[in-house]
């Protein structure tokens, strides 16, 4: 499956920004699918992840609350809704596909990646 992100920009904090992933390929929906992020000088983890099949849902600790994903397979598309907004959110927020049961942060279980969106969040 081929992904591609939308929606990434500036924005303040405490506002709010939607992400949007378009697959192509394959339907997403036999896939679990995550969005992960990168800030400047740190590794990449994982923010978000949905396993349809098992219902497993995942959100790192500093997202709950705050950061939604959602999917629209008819569409073959997944969201990050992403509210509250902090600084220490602004990073290039990926998404990706795994064929897999089970939510997982290992990046290497992921079978798909976008190009990744640029987040910045300002003070």
């Known amino acids: 499956v081929q992904l591609v992100e939308s929606g990434g920009g500036l924005v303040q904090s405490g506002g709010s920004l939607t992400l949007s992933c378009t697959a192509s390929?394959?339907?997403?929906?036999?896939?679990?699918i995550a969005w992960f992020r990168q800030a400047p000088g740190k590794e990449r983890e994982g923010v978000s992840c949905f396993s349809r099949s098992e219902y497993d849902l995942y959100y790192l600790d500093s997202a709950k609350g705050r950061f939604f994903l959602s999917a629209y397979y008819a569409h073959n598309m997944m969201f990050l809704q992403m509210k509250n907004l902090k600084p220490e959110d602004t990073a290039v927020y990926y998404c990706?596909?795994?064929?897999?049961?089970?939510?997982?942060?290992?990046?290497?279980?992921?079978?798909?990646w976008g190009q990744g969106t640029q987040v910045t969040v300002s003070s």
């Open positions: 390929g394959s339907p997403v929906e036999d896939y679990i």
């Open positions: 990706a596909a795994a064929r897999r049961t089970v939510c997982t942060q290992q990046m290497a279980e992921y079978d798909s």
